[in-house]
């Protein structure tokens, strides 16, 4: 009987490749999009396969409306997800949903705000504070003051202009700030990201709870001529909340180097562990970047 049993698990397994035999409990996640100033498309399957990859993770892909349509009927059940990717920059969300999330945020959820998800929403006081930072979308003072890393600590700048910039795209050095945090704890100390945008000059509230890499901005490539502060945790009610600024993408899942990056893709498996549970259990994978060298996973999967 208990040899049946097996063999029909075996077969199961083999009949459905995705399914995992062990029967280990997956985390939930889902990625919130569909509208955007950047490829979407490729960034939301991106997350997918990185993720489900990991064995760790199921990942559903919720979708908005297009851009100036009927937004009322768009909702997603965020308390069902154990990490919610917010990789949207668009119209408004519902009442509803931005009630919705409001709660899932005070009641503990995981939440990685993703790249552009910083530019929302400016007007939504509550998602301001819940990602700390943002930029673009006519922010300035108004929206709290600039921060940035300077003599060891972070500074808070009250000097008025714009929020938001970024020169052209390049390499860069991200240096860690915390150690011990359980999304970087393991990681070198400092390594060389693929090709991507260095957002710069950000405002807003800035509740930043644990400041976990900064990269200096550098003048000759357009930038703030300072050490910017790019992933953190949140301090926001019960919430694990994960920013990350990087992440910027490309056209085709083939040429998107910014995801590509190991580096990238470890912060955001790691992550979104934390997110759900609090700890990360994820060994630090043999490719990841050093200070001196990019690594990459052109297919978002890691060679075991
Ligand atoms: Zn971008």
Redesign the pocket.
């Known amino acids: 009987m208990r040899f049946r049993l097996l063999s029909i698990i075996l077969c199961l397994g083999l009949l459905f490749p995705g399914i995992d035999v062990s029967a280990k409990k997956q985390i939930k996640a889902v990625v919130v999009t569909g509208q955007n ?2 490829f979407w498309k490729i960034s939301s399957q991106a997350f997918k396969i990185m993720l489900e990859d990991s064995g760790l993770f199921t990942v559903d892909i919720a979708v908005s409306p297009e851009a100036g349509k009927d937004m009322s009927g768009f909702n997603v059940d965020f308390s069902q997800y154990g990490v919610v990717i917010v990789d949207y920059n668009g119209d408004m969300w519902s009442d509803q949903m931005k009630k919705d999330f409001e709660a899932y945020a005070q009641n503990g959820g995981g939440i990685i705000f993703y ?2 998800a910083d530019n929302s929403f400016r007007e939504w006081a509550e998602y301001s504070k819940m990602n700390a930072l943002g930029g673009w979308g006519g922010r300035n003072e108004k929206d709290g003051p600039y921060i940035y890393w300077q003599d060891g600590g972070l500074v808070k700048d009250m000097t008025p202009g714009i929020g938001g910039s ?1 020169g052209p795209r390049h390499e860069y050095l991200l240096t860690n700030r915390d150690s011990k945090h359980p999304i970087t704890k393991g990681l070198p100390a400092q390594w060389m990201h693929g090709t ?2 260095l ?1 710069d000059r950000m405002r807003g509230p800035g509740e930043i709870d644990d400041l976990l890499y900064t990269s200096f901005s550098y003048k000759e490539k357009r930038g703030s001529g300072r050490e910017e502060p790019l992933v953190f945790s949140v301090d926001y009610g019960k919430a694990r909340i994960f920013h990350c600024m990087l ?3 490309g056209e085709t899942l083939e040429n998107n180097p ?1 995801m590509q990056c190991a580096g990238f893709q470890t912060l955001i498996l790691r992550a979104a562990e934390w997110c759900a549970t609090g700890k990360v259990k994820q060994k630090v994978p043999a490719d990841f970047p050093t200070a001196e060298k990019t690594s990459f996973r052109m297919d978002y999967r890691q060679k075991r």
Do not use: R, V
Request: glycine residues 8%; hydrophobic residues 25%; charged residues 15%.
């Open positions: 100033n950047h790249h552009a970024h991507d945008e957002y992440g910027h993408a910014a």
